[in-house]
C-alpha cells in the first residue's frame, strides 16, 4: 500500500482522470447520491449526462445496492426531498402573505422619511402587493408541475440506468458483512467506519464497496471509476499541498479530494487491477463543463444553496459593484512600445497578472478581478453576472484601467476554463455585453482573453497545449465587434515566440499536422508544417488525445486554429484511437 500523498498537481490529476474516463479498460460506477443529483439538474442538464452516459458504453454500471437504496425513496414516496428548496417557496408565499397586510397597515409617512417610497406610501403598499401575488403565482406554478417533474425524472432514471444496472447477488453479500463492517469500523477501514451512527443502511457504502470489488474481479477489470456526490471523510482525503496552473498554489475551492490509498490497495489486492479513483460530482462537472456546458451551468446553479454558508460564514459574492470607478494612477512599468499607436499600454503586472497587486486596487475592474481571483464558482458566478450587466464603462482612459480592463478579460477566460457556468455564458456571448463599451476598453478585454489563451500567469508562452477551449466562440465575439486590427496585439507578441509552435490568430494559413503512430497505435512524434512539434504533444502516461473522428475538433481546442485550416496526414485507418506522445510520470491515484 502506498503512503498518503501530500502534494497533488491538480491540473496533472484532472487530465489523467479524465483520460481514464474515456479508458476503453476503466469501469464507472455511481453512488446512490448521483441519482439524487439529477432530481436537481433542469431538462437540458440532465440530458448532458445522459449523453455522457451514453458515451461510456458498456462501461458505466449502476450497482444494484444503489437501485435498492433510491427505490427505498420511491416506495416512501420521499423523492420530493431531493427538492427540498422547491418546497421553500410556497413557504415563503404563505409567510409573506401573512406579513403583507399587516405592513401596508402599519408603515406610515413617518417610516418612510428619506427613502424612495417618502410621500409614495401608495406606491409601497401596490409594491408589497405585487410581490405577494408574484409569489403566490410561482409557488402553485412549481408545486402544480412539481409531482410530475418527479415522475418525469424517474421514467428517465429508469430507461436511461436499467440497462446499466448490475447483475450482482447483493444478498450473498449481506450475511457476512456485519462481522466484517464492525471489524473494518474499529480498524477505521473505508468505507463506511463513519456511518456507525446511522440507525439505517449503516453497511450500505460497504455493499457497493463489495459490489464494485466482485464484479472488477469476476470481469478481469484493470480500472476503475466511483462517482459520487459525498466527499466523506473515510474513503477521500485531500493531500496537503495542492498546485494548479504552472505551480500556483490551489484556491480553497479548487482543492480536490482523492480515494485513500487503503481503498486503492484493496481493489489492486481483490481484483488484479492497476487504477482506482473516487471523483465526487463537482469533479466530474470541471473536467467535462466545456463539452457539456448545460451540465455545469444548471449544477452550479443547483448547488449555490448547499455551499453558500461554510462555517457560518457566507461565500456569495453580495457586494460586486455593478458600477465601474477608479482613482487616477501611473505605471510606467510597460513592454509595449509607445511607439506603436495600433498597440494600447499595459502594465508589466498585466502581462504577468500573477504579480498583479489587488492589494492597492486602482483599475476600473479590479473588484471583479478579485471575485475571480477567488477560484470559486459560488464567489465567481455573481461577480459574472453583475458584470453582463454593466452596459457601459465610465471611467478616463488611462493605463491603469486599460490594464484593469485587460487583467479582467484574463480571468474571465480562466474561470470559464475553470468551468464557472456564468463565465462560459459570458465568454460565448460577450460581444452583446460590451457593446456599449468605449473601443479601448473592448479592445483591452478582448487583449486579456486572448493573451491568457496562450501566455500564463508570468507571462511566458505555454509550453503545451492552449487554453482554448472556447475558441471557436472567441474568434466569432471578436468579429461580430467589427473592430478594426482585433488581432494586432496577441499577434505581435506571438511573432516573439522562438522557443516553440505557435499559430497566427485570425489569418487563413493552412496548418498541415503530420501524425507518426506506431504498430501499437502510440503517437512517436508530431509534425505541423514540416516543423517538429512532438515536445508541445506530451502528457503522462497513456493518455487520449481523440478519436480519429475528432481529431480536428481536439487539434483546434489544444493549438487555437479553426478546423477549415488544419489538414491531418499520418493517421491510418486501423488507428482506433490517438495518444498524446508519452511522458511517463507516476499516477497521482
Known sequence: MKF??????ITQYLQQVKSLLSDDECAIFIDTNVISQLYRLNDAARQDFYNWIEQCGNRFHVPIWVIHEYSNKVYSQKTKEYLSELDRIKKQAT?????????????????????????????????????????????????QNLEEHQRKVHDEIELKLSPKSLTSNIYSLIPDLDVAYRQRYENQIPPG???????????????????????????????????????KQDIVYSPETQTIEDGRKAGESERIKIAKESLVYEYISITGGTNFCII??????????????????????????????????????????????CEQGDNSDTEISEGDPELPLYSGTALRDGQYDLDNPQGCMDSYIEQLK????????????????????????????????????????QSAEGSSASAISFIENFSSYIKKWELYFKKALIDGILFEMFFNHNGEIRPLGFKSTFYEEIIENINNLRID?????????????????????????????????????????????????????????????????????????????????????????????????????????
Not at 410621500?119 to 403598499?125: A, C, E, H, Q
Not at 506571438?494 to 497566427?504: G, H, Q
Not at 489569418?507 to 503517437?523: L, M
Open 280 to 325: 465526487d460530482f463537482k469533479t466530474f462537472v470541471r473536467i467535462f463543463a466545456s463539452e457539456y456546458r448545460e451540465l455545469a451551468k444548471s449544477f452550479q446553479l443547483a448547488t449555490a444553496e448547499e455551499v453558500q454558508d461554510v462555517d457560518g460564514i457566507s461565500i456569495i459574492a453580495t457586494d460586486i459593484p455593478r458600477t465601474s470607478s
Open 193 to 231: 467506519y463513519k456511518d456507525a451512527s446511522k440507525e439505517d443502511n449503516r453497511i450500505g457504502d460497504l455493499i457497493i464497496w463489495k459490489e464494485i470489488l466482485e464484479y472488477c474481479k469476476t470481469n478481469s477489470v484493470n480500472k476503475a471509476i466511483l462517482l459520487s456526490r459525498d466527499s
Open 95 to 143: 409567510e409573506f402573505n401573512s406579513i403583507s397586510d399587516f405592513v401596508k397597515g402599519y408603515v406610515g409617512d413617518s417610516l418612510l422619511q428619506g427613502s424612495m417610497y417618502e410621500g409614495k406610501i401608495d406606491d409601497l403598499k401596490r409594491d408589497v402587493d405585487n410581490i405577494k401575488n408574484l409569489l403566490n403565482k410561482i409557488g402553485r406554478t412549481i408545486n
Open 4 to 9: 498518503p500523498r501530500k502534494t497533488l498537481d
Open 485 to 589: 486590427n482585433p488581432f494586432s496585439f496577441i499577434n505581435k507578441y506571438l511573432s516573439k515566440v522562438k522557443s516553440r509552435f505557435v499559430p497566427r490568430v485570425g489569418t487563413n494559413e493552412i496548418y498541415i499536422f503530420k501524425f507518426t503512430i506506431d504498430s501499437n497505435g502510440n503517437t512517436k512524434s508530431l509534425v505541423c508544417n514540416g516543423s517538429d512539434i512532438s515536445e508541445t504533444f506530451t502528457q503522462g502516461l497513456g493518455q487520449r488525445f481523440s478519436f480519429p473522428t475528432q481529431v480536428d475538433d481536439a487539434l483546434m481546442n489544444y493549438y487555437a486554429i479553426f478546423k477549415n485550416q488544419i489538414k491531418v496526414e499520418g493517421i491510418s485507418s486501423d488507428v482506433t484511437t490517438i495518444n498524446f506522445i508519452d511522458d511517463p510520470t507516476e499516477l497521482p491515484f
Open 374 to 413: 477567488s477560484y470559486n464558482w459560488y464567489i465567481q458566478n455573481p461577480a459574472i453576472n453583475n458584470l453582463m450587466e454593466l452596459n457601459e464603462v465610465g471611467v478616463p482612459d488611462t493605463e491603469v484601467n486599460r490594464s484593469s480592463v485587460f487583467v479582467l478579460g484574463r480571468n474571465i477566460l
